[in-house]
């Protein structure tokens, strides 16, 4: 495909990942007004805090990952430098998600099935890519505390059509 | 015929649509329904409408379905070799099977053998067809023209001929339906997403459908966007309600819309509606209520089935579980067209596209 292709390719997946996040987002809010069980009326400092976990909950869960992927596809798919996949950009996301307070339900349950993906894929007899076989093998060894580099991950296999 | 609807039609406009853009698809339609309770429906097919996008696909898809609603599908595929599609009229082979007209677009003559599947069927036309006005020249090339995407030849036909399901031939008689579909990309490739209709886009569904009552015949195509979508009547936007009595067009809208409700997976894995309600909303023109309880799911094809594990990891993810439908329903119509009281009640189907997440 042309670069110019995967290009607009990729932005329009930004569009797919906006959209996806920000009813979760809605949802969120929703389930936490709910959860207060009173008119809402003035919305207090403590509710703004709420908020804004809720919203950096919903990046961290649905955004971060998926546009690194984006981005890191297209820089690989023009240098062809394995590094960016394997290392550079996965490196930055564990450093940003050893930051975490705590790691959102939304994000443990999105990659949950993963692993087991991963080592199916992996076991399966056809032919891949020595990218491909890393990003399985990588998924599948995948602990506690690498939620963002698994997301990174499989939609980086997405792009390469696994 | 030609209206203010709806240009003339000529042999042409049936014929091969020659397109250099690599996702681009056409396909033949037809279905009947006969008297003896027994429905078919297929395509014959030069492109993939499904993703990945092929281009050198030809093949047929043709379902036969029972009264008690068994189904045998018959999908071949053969060499372009095999294969010849005429420019000017509708003369489509694909391998022993084929879909010709006989003369003009009055009459066609249809026929499939394949193992102990078939059928040999002429179709007269009784209702006239449609196209958008302003689409497709007769089969000029695109692009740059803008594909027509939907052109309807026989809105309503007499059927006869036979019909062999498992071996065993029977005459058949009924009421059928052609039209012929030209896309620049396979179904759920436009709009951004990678198999699945992407952000923004208004079509989380689509129905379609056709309503004979008397002299009245309605054939619609609604849905209404996801929350996405803002929830938008599909008016305007892909949404169509052609509207005949006898043989005239005399009402065509976009606006309207049809929301499905009552929802389960049952025996898909993806979600489908019991309920289907469809409102007509143009005052003077067509107006009123279609309310559609289905009985019968008789084809579901799963649009992420030939989607490798991770795509269907992200798709799922991110756009929801797109899929293809037929389902049989009892219906109740309350319109008013053109201002004529119409009422009707019975059984019918309709095909529903299911592009994302939600109805």
Not at chain 1, 118 to 143: H, Q
Not at chain 2, 280 to 308: A, C, H, N
């Amino acid at each position: 495909m042309a670069t110019a292709q995967v290009s607009e390719r990729m932005a329009e997946q930004i569009g797919v990942l906006i959209c996806e996040a920000r009813e979760h987002l809605a949802d969120a809010l929703e389930e936490y007004l709910k959860s207060k069980k009173v008119d809402i009326g003035v919305i207090n400092v403590n509710d703004k805090l709420n908020i804004e976990r809720l919203f950096t909950e919903t990046v961290n869960s649905y955004i971060i990952a998926e546009i690194a992927a984006m981005v890191s596809y297209l820089i690989y798919d023009e240098l062809k430098n394995d590094d960016i996949l394997k290392s550079t950009v996965p490196t930055m996301l564990q450093q940003y998600e050893s930051m975490f307070e705590r790691i959102p339900d939304n994000m443990v349950n999105k990659t949950s099935d993963l692993p087991d993906l991963a080592k199916r894929v992996l076991e399966s007899e056809t032919e891949k890519d020595e990218i491909v076989k890393f990003l399985l093998r990588d998924i599948g060894t995948m602990s506690r505390g690498n939620y963002l580099k698994a997301s990174f991950d499989a939609a980086v296999l997405n792009f390469l059509g696994e | 015929m030609t209206n203010k609807w709806s240009r003339e039609l000529t042999p042409r406009d049936d014929a091969l649509h020659p397109c250099t853009v690599p996702g681009a698809w056409e396909w033949w339609y037809f279905d009947a329904d006969f008297e003896n309770g027994y429905t078919t429906a297929g395509t014959y097919h030069y492109g993939s409408p499904r993703p990945p996008a092929n281009s050198d696909a030809r093949f047929i898809e043709i379902a036969l379905y029972s009264p008690e609603g068994e189904r045998r599908m018959v999908r071949k595929r053969y060499p372009v070799d095999q294969c010849s599609f005429s420019t000017e009229v509708c003369d489509v082979v694909i391998g022993p099977n084929h879909m010709k007209m006989i003369g003009n677009i009055d009459k066609y003559h249809i026929y499939m053998s394949e193992g102990d599947q078939g059928l040999d069927l002429t179709y007269e036309r009784l209702v006239g067809g449609y196209v958008t006005p302003g689409q497709a020249q007769p089969a000029e090339a695109y692009p740059p023209n803008t594909p027509p995407s939907w052109i309807v030849f026989q809105t309503r036909a007499r059927v006869t001929g036979t019909l062999t399901w498992d071996g065993k031939t029977m005459n058949v008689t009924g009421i059928g339906y052609h039209d012929h579909n030209i896309e620049s990309a396979p179904y759920g490739t436009k709009g951004g997403g990678l198999g699945a209709s992407g952000y923004g886009s208004p079509g989380s569904n689509a129905f379609w459908s056709k309503l004979h009552a008397g002299d009245w015949t309605v054939n619609w195509v609604l849905g209404r966007s996801s929350r996405r979508g803002g929830y938008r009547s599909t008016g305007g936007t892909g949404g169509r309600v052609i509207a005949y009595k006898g043989n005239e067009i005399v009402a065509v809208t976009t606006r309207g819309y049809a929301v499905g409700s009552d929802t389960t997976t049952e025996g898909t894995g993806v979600e489908w509606p019991r309920h289907v309600k469809v409102t007509f909303d143009e005052p003077g023109l067509i107006e009123g209520t279609l309310d559609l309880d289905v009985t019968q799911q008789i084809e579901f094809m799963d649009l992420y089935s030939r989607f490798k594990p991770f795509q269907k990891w992200y798709g799922e993810t991110f756009i929801g579980h797109p899929a293809y439908f037929r389902h049989r329903f009892n219906y109740d119509a309350d319109l008013a067209i053109v201002g004529e009281k119409v009422r009707a009640q019975g059984k019918f189907w309709m095909e529903h596209h299911k592009f994302g997440r939600g109805y």
